[in-house]
């Protein structure tokens, strides 16, 4: 059985060392950035490859691909796509829907063309009037039913083209004033004001994947951030939430973490948590979490089955229609 975590690496192909590693380690899936993608053929060759090494041609492969700021696969070799915030704040409700729908559709079609079967998106973090920029417009709104609508249909357009959404971040990162990349998030939010962030990952809990937050509610676990809580993962996630889908760490090597990275993931298996995200290339780091990450195993393997077969092979698309109607949606929005 593949081990619990996903990893990435340093660059455009993958080094003897990497591909040794890969294939002692046998990672469950492996993760793009834009430090791996030159164009397609390039992008085809290192998925291929890595799917070579844990010998998986169904292995997952991730990437953020939620449109705005954050897009691994950009231009001008790929289409753009407008931010969550700007569909929804651009259009009236069943026409910002219509427009996610049709968005996450043309990702899916753009990230299936190249192999990769699993989009960190979309975003379910409620906006507030302080939401860090680190969010700021990749939340589709302010408003917890909005969120739930849009996410849901952006999924919706995932998944028809073949490509496993995962919501994140859970059980919600719009409250956090600071960015978890380089800083731990503390949010002293009420109890009842966090139930109002958890209503778009309850709306969606039967989707196939989330990925935590590194933040620390107080009202819920005044000391652990949730990626860690065994209370805020079995309490929240699991429990009050309902999401039974995979649950993977957001990213172990952000800042927000701290501790040699074999605790690190230790303490993130020890909450609950299923898969170990490790993304930035490094491959100490990465042996590291590979030391500590199991092999997948009772819940944790039914869920991770589940969401591989939730990639299934793609609702026919006219491309240029839908090309079309991505025009006329950004000549709307104003979007580039």
């Given at each position: 059985m593949p081990k619990a975590f996903v990893c990435g690496c340093a660059g455009l192909t993958l080094g003897h060392e990497e591909r040794a590693f890969l294939r002692e380690s046998d990672?469950?899936?492996?993760?793009?950035?834009?430090?791996?993608?030159?164009d397609r053929d390039q992008l085809r060759d290192l998925i291929r490859s890595f799917r070579e090494c844990v010998g998986r041609a169904d292995?997952?492969?991730?990437?953020?691909?939620?449109?705005?700021?954050?897009q691994r696969l950009a231009q001008p070799r790929w289409r753009a796509y407008p931010a969550a915030g700007v569909i929804e704040a651009g259009l009236v409700p069943s026409e910002a829907e219509t427009a996610a729908r049709l968005i996450a559709r043309l990702?899916?079609?753009?990230?299936?063309?190249?192999?990769?079967?699993?989009?960190?998106a979309p975003v379910l973090d409620v906006a507030q009037p302080a939401t860090h920029a680190v969010i700021g417009a990749r939340a589709f709104s302010q408003r917890p039913d909005r969120v739930a609508a849009m996410g849901r249909a952006f999924a919706e357009?995932?998944?028809?083209?073949?490509?496993?959404?995962?919501?994140?971040h859970l059980p919600g990162h719009g409250r956090a004033r600071v960015d978890s990349h380089h800083e731990l998030p503390v949010v002293d939010a009420t109890r009842t004001e966090l139930e109002r962030d958890f209503l778009p990952f309850a709306e969606l809990k039967d989707l196939p994947m989330a990925m935590s937050a590194h933040v620390v509610f107080s009202a819920l676990d005044p000391v652990g951030p949730a990626t860690v809580s065994?209370?805020?993962?079995?309490?929240i996630m699991r429990g009050e939430i309902g999401f039974d889908g995979l649950i993977m760490s957001d990213d172990v090597s952000m800042k927000a973490l701290r501790g040699p990275f074999d605790e690190r993931a230790q303490a993130i298996y020890d909450a609950g948590v299923d898969i170990v995200l490790?993304?930035?290339g490094e491959l100490e780091e990465a042996?590291?979490?590979?030391?500590a990450a199991p092999e997948l195993s009772g819940q944790s393997l039914r869920r991770?089955?589940?969401a591989v077969a939730a990639a299934v092979l793609p609702q026919v698309l006219d491309l240029e229609a839908a090309e079309a109607k991505l025009a006329c949606i950004k000549t709307t929005l104003g979007a580039g």
């Open positions: 990672p469950w899936g492996f993760i793009i950035f834009k430090r791996n993608v030159e292995a997952p492969v991730l990437v953020d691909q939620e449109g705005g700021r954050v990702i899916a079609y753009d990230l299936r063309e190249v192999g990769i079967t699993v989009d960190c357009g995932l998944l028809a083209g073949g490509v496993v959404p995962v919501v994140k065994r209370i805020v993962v079995q309490e490790h993304c930035n042996r590291a979490v590979a030391y991770a089955e589940a």
